[in-house]
């Protein structure tokens, strides 16, 4: 079935260091692929989303480049902050009738 | 700022009570979810409701229930909660499986 893989669990960092958070994806389809972002007594909510092939989608300095050839969407940010501190998600959604599917999360720690 | 709604916020319960958690969003979106959180933070997809139809996850057991009166509200009820149940209970929405938007959660403890 369709299925988003993090591998990262945990990321622990200092302020201003680079972060990158790996997603890889299995459709049947052409997916919408998405980032979001939890923070802790919030539901997740979203960062950006991208649905063709070399699209980059951005935002809050966090970026990923949909890459349908390695079927991968990968967070990256080259400097974080404390702010930053939350759980983030990858996920894919197909135009059909099944939910949106979600990765395990990657909590990132980000110390000042 | 939240457009999805839940209540209660918490909810403390013991083994084999009914419970009911209640979901409304002021989106117009035409489809609504269910997702459980474990305490590994996993989003599990429960169900999804969209024009009538209900899409279940074969994995819910069917102590599970949704109940809609509209499309704007969703509900979630449990006959008999079990102790793996305790867990956050998520509702969100969206047109037809874009982008969702999730409540801010419902946590139920079993005891």
């Given amino acids: 079935g369709d299925s988003v893989t993090q591998t990262e669990g945990q990321v622990a960092l200092s302020e201003e260091d680079f972060l990158t958070i790996h997603c890889n994806y299995s459709a049947s389809g052409y997916p919408t692929l998405f980032w979001y972002v939890q923070y802790p007594g919030e539901g997740p909510q979203l960062l950006f989303r991208a649905s063709r092939d070399k699209e980059k989608g951005s935002s809050r300095g966090f970026e990923a480049t949909y890459d349908k050839g390695t079927t991968s969407f990968h967070l990256r940010k080259a400097s974080v902050q404390e702010s930053d501190s939350a759980v983030y998600y990858c996920a894919l959604s197909l135009n059909n009738n099944n939910a949106p599917r979600f990765g395990a999360g990657t909590k990132l720690s980000v110390k000042p | 700022e939240t457009a999805v709604f839940q209540t209660p ?79 956050v209970y998520l509702c969100a929405s969206s047109f037809s499986n874009t982008e969702v938007f999730f409540g801010k959660g419902t946590r139920l403890t079993v005891v």
């Fill in chain 2, 9 to 87: 916020n918490y909810h403390v319960t013991q083994v084999g009570n009914e419970v009911s958690f209640n979901c409304k969003q002021t989106l117009g979106h035409d489809t609504m979810y269910w997702y459980k959180q474990d305490s590994k933070k996993l989003l599990k997809i429960m169900f999804s409701y969209n024009n009538k139809q209900l899409i279940v996850n074969e994995t819910v057991p069917r102590r599970f229930s949704p109940q809609s009166s509209d499309k704007a509200h969703l509900n979630l009820r449990i006959k008999s909660v079990e102790p793996e149940d305790s867990a």
